[in-house]
């Protein structure tokens, strides 16, 4: 999987979410890496995207 930075973080920013999307997507922490990352299915993270979109979360 190919891991990427959310496209609200700018470049300069070191507080960042990265994502890596598949069958399921994974999020971590760009300053904690190796603390591992949090795994979601992927219809569950787009139902979270879909949330935040509408302001339904």
């Not at 904690?32 to 949330?51: C, I, K, M, S, V």
Request: proline content about 5%; charged content about 20%; aromatic content about 8%.
């Amino acid at each position: 999987m190919t891991w990427h930075k959310s496209s609200y973080s700018g470049p300069d920013n070191a507080n960042c979410v990265e994502v890596a999307e598949g069958a399921q997507t994974l999020v971590r922490d760009t300053q904690n890496r190796h603390l591992g990352h949090l795994a979601f299915p992927a219809p569950e993270w787009d139902a979270f995207l879909t949330a935040i979109r509408n302001d339904t979360l």
